[in-house]
């Protein structure tokens, strides 16, 4: 069972997570300091540690999470959806949903995955590659018909259209999502 304390701290870390993302969107993993970060949620920079040993390490739990998230979603579609067209329509939906929800992690990881210690960058796109991989297992089964370097290529075109929602939202507003999506179908479906 879980205790109202365990609770409130795992509210408290999701919370440091989500402002950290948005922060290190609009300024930069360089730019924002530790009172920043405890200001953006009522704290004390110094309480950050608390939660987090280092600035560093809380970057890099915002990119391993949503790396981990997004192999979990892409595994829980693999798993549940049968049918591949239907299986492919369904993940690109949900990173869609992801890439629209979470605009200033994509953001974060574009610029600072660089940032990141080695093991842990190694971590985050160890987890990527298990996400394309998910995303792979039903595309060959949809396009038979095109090799392994033309699927991974053609996977790579959606992801890139997908992760530039956050970027491309302005000029298109609400329909850049159905738009980014639809090219990615099209990358994906036609030939």
Known sequence: MTTWRATQKANRRAELMASAARLFAERGFAAVS??????????????????????????CAVLVDASERLLDGGRAIAGTVAEPRAAIEALIAFHLDFAT?????IRVQDHELTRLPADV???????????VQEWDGR????????????R???????????????????????????ILAGMAQRALLES
């Open 139 to 150: 595309f060959a089964l949809l396009r038979p018909d095109l090799d392994d370097a033309e």
């Open 101 to 105: 929800t979470d605009a200033d992690v």
């Open 34 to 59: 530790t009172a920043d970060l405890g200001d953006a949620v009522g704290m004390s920079g110094p309480a950050l540690y608390r939660h987090f040993a280092s600035k560093e390490a809380l970057l």
């Open 121 to 131: 960058n190694q971590r985050v796109r160890s987890l990527q590659r298990a996400y």
């Open 152 to 178: 991974q290529t053609r996977l790579l075109a959606a992801f890139g259209l997908l992760n530039s929602t956050p970027h491309s939202a302005a000029p298109t507003g609400d329909r850049a999502g159905g």
